[in-house]
């Protein structure tokens, strides 16, 4: 007894790209759905903005009280740390080529440690009026999650926007 192979004809072994269904721009329906995207993302961002004030008076506070530097230099650190974030996150959106690859190499991690930085001052400002050991704990978690919400918001947001930009082009 042989076996004998046939290989079909075509696409065999090949993965077909993933369609993604868009809404034709030429109906009041599609450019109501972009509209609705734009919007949406603009909700996204200042919810953000809110979130990133927040956490900046969250570690202008926590940055003072770990180093009792003045007031001014506590929330030029704070921007710093922050805006950072937000500032390598828009970077690897418009950076090509050789460039992205070079900034992802060094934005990521340290996305990473501002983001872990940001955290931990904010858990620290937020436990600090905590009484018991489980309101620390509740203190902490809040406190680090602002961060990675604000990491979260900031992504969607420019991700909803571009998508809109980019079926309007």
Known sequence: MSAEVVKLSGQAGKKKPR?????????????????WQKHAATGVALVSL?????????????????????????????????VLMIALELALIV?????????????????????????????????????TVWRTYAAWGLGSALPLLNYVGIRIAVALWLASEQRTA
Not at 20 to 35: D, Y
Not at 51 to 69: F, M, N, R
């Open 95 to 131: 950076a090509q080529g050789a460039a992205l690859k070079e900034a992802r190499m060094l934005a990521h991690p340290t996305i990473i440690v501002v983001i872990a930085t940001s955290a931990a001052m904010n858990g620290l400002v937020f436990s600090e009026s905590a009484t």
């Open 50 to 82: 809110v979130i990133t004030g927040l956490s900046l008076s969250h570690l202008a506070h926590g940055v003072a009280q770990i180093t009792g530097i003045s007031d001014w230099q506590s929330w030029a650190t704070a921007i710093a740390i922050d």
């Open 19 to 35: 369609r993604v269904r868009t809404m034709p721009l030429r109906s009041s329906r599609g450019r109501a759905v972009l509209k």
